[in-house]
Nanobody
């Protein structure tokens, strides 16, 4: 069984912070590339941040400098620290895992069910 469970979303004001967590039930978690995507109503699911099994990291330009992705292989968990949140960050945030490839939605084999982040003015 493969399962990704996101948590940590909520309603915050612009400028606030949230930390999302993704708990992974995957054999050999440390060998997977992990990522966070988000999807707003009427929009395509978009890559936000990724961290590979080698700890290479990439961010979308829209969140670079504000969001930080990390992973704790001992806990089988990936995190997304979100600072200086803006209303345009409002979306459903999804955790994803890939055993091969990274960066685009098609590269990821497994997905969580999402956690909602809403940022008010």
């Amino acid at each position: 069984q493969v399962q990704l469970v996101e948590s940590g979303g909520g309603l915050v004001q612009a400028g606030d912070s949230l930390r999302l967590s993704c708990a992974a039930s995957i054999r050999s978690f440390s060998g997977y590339n992990m990522a966070w995507f988000r999807q707003a109503p009427g929009k395509e699911r978009a890559f936000m941040a990724g961290i590979t099994w080698t700890f290479s990291i990439a961010y979308a330009d829209s969140v670079k400098g504000r969001f930080t992705i990390s992973r704790d292989n001992a806990k089988n968990t990936v995190y997304l620290q979100m600072d200086s949140l803006k209303p345009e960050d409002t979306a459903e945030y999804y955790c994803a895992a890939s055993g091969r490839g990274a960066g685009s939605a098609a590269a990821y084999d497994y997905w969580g069910q999402g956690t909602q982040v809403t940022v008010s003015s």
